[in-house]
């Protein structure tokens, strides 16, 4: 793990990909116990960005690193799709298999949001494996409508609200991604579990 | 007429409104954001220029939360039925009240039924209008900001509108911990926040010396700065030009980010940045090298490399296009 300064009061943790969602939980929890003091504590695909941070990067970079992430335990999110998106020939064909076999390869997957972006409750899906990236669209759509299930590079994502959009569509779903009247406002929340099931 | 929703139940105290005669060309309210949130996804947003808001809010009682409306360039013009006490800060303009030209950075009597008039900015981009009691639409995620990057928070002002005000005086709940300033507060720290830096003195990264009197909105303006975090995925050209050239305010800046024009920063790391949180101030560096600094509502992740980060973006709330700006660092 390495800490970059980022301006005068935010520190950037870089570390691997894999270690994010551990560095993300222990963050956390340590400011939960106050012995961090942030105002954001942001995952990336490899950095944990804490901004409005008050506690030294010192006194940071002496704590141990956090035991692996467990899925044990962790409450698992079923978001039922229609799987009817107008990419998912293009998917098939990159894939080489047909369309059925796409399916089910997307709701045999276990998702892991790794962070978020882009919008106010949009997740980047972890779990597919690296040989099933997928390029964005060479010409983004102007207007993606919302619960619109699109997948770009390795990732998978929902999108929250009706947005232009780059990205593969497979499917879509009526769940509310982001509410504001809900604590917190977004369902997919950094390390949360997720299953994108056939509805 | 469209009546924006209050922030509590019908009948808590909630009863002036204000009635939006000339919306201008970009008004939004804003407090002081909705930071929390930025791992969902939730940009922070709130006033470009937080000294202005603060004052503002200040002149009239306010909490320095409470929420004011922010005018871009073309001013905005509204009636209080009601009366009420308004002040105006920020962009220089002229301002009046049922006709009369008042002074900016004061806190002004509105009669009942009293037109509001901020004309167009002759220095500077916005001004900050509060009205005591604070714009009482309702809170989204603790914050009546309109985030013009992802649409939460109420609409931008349309011509007819008529927003709530909150209660003279009464708590604010979104500006909850917010010092409430005393008038005799109020005017020392006013009359401190006018007076005018020394030429070419870097940018104060405190909230005195900015957006006072037109004259601070003359010249090239200077943006504090430290490098990194991705300052190594350029070439050691590229930082020594950030740091040593001119830069123009490009005319598609808005709320989002500054977006500059001059010379481009060249990479040494090819390739794409994994997404990661960015900060308020990040000068992010897209691959036509042209920088952009991110301003309130800015995207919470980003994925072109940051080269340094401006730690006080007050000026460029202010700042016109076609302004120059120059980078003042490297504090690493």
Known sequence: MRIHPVGATALLLECPPAEVEAWRAELWRRRAAGDLTATEIVPGERTVLLDGVATPAEVIAGWAPPPPASDVSVEIISIPIVYDGPDLPTIAALWSMPVPAVISLLTDTEFHVAFCGFSPGFGYLTGLPASRAVPRLASPRTSVPAGSVGLAGRYAGIYPTASPGGWQLVGRTDVALFDVDRDPPALLTPGTVVRLVAA | MTAVPTGGPAGD?????????????LTTVQDLGRPGYAHLGVPRSGALDLPALRRANGLVGNPAGAAVLETTLMGCAFRLPEGGLVAVTGAAAEVTVAGVPVSRDVAVNVPPGGLVEIGRATAGVRSYVAVAG????????????????????PPRLRNGDLLPLGQPGSADPAAAGEDVAGPDVTWAASAADRLPSPPGAPVAETDAGSSGPASDFDGVIVLPVRLGPRDAWFTPEAVETLLTTAYTISPNSNRVGARLAGAALARAVAGELPSEGVVLGAVQVPADGQPLIFLADHPTTGGYPVIAVVTDVTALAQARPGSTVRFHGPQR
């Open chain 2, 13 to 25: 105290g909630v009863t002036a409104v204000l009635a939006v005669v000339r919306a201008g060309a």
């Open chain 2, 134 to 153: 604070g714009i009482a639409v309702a809170p989204v995620l603790g914050s009546r900001s309109t985030d013009t990057l992802s649409g939460l928070g």
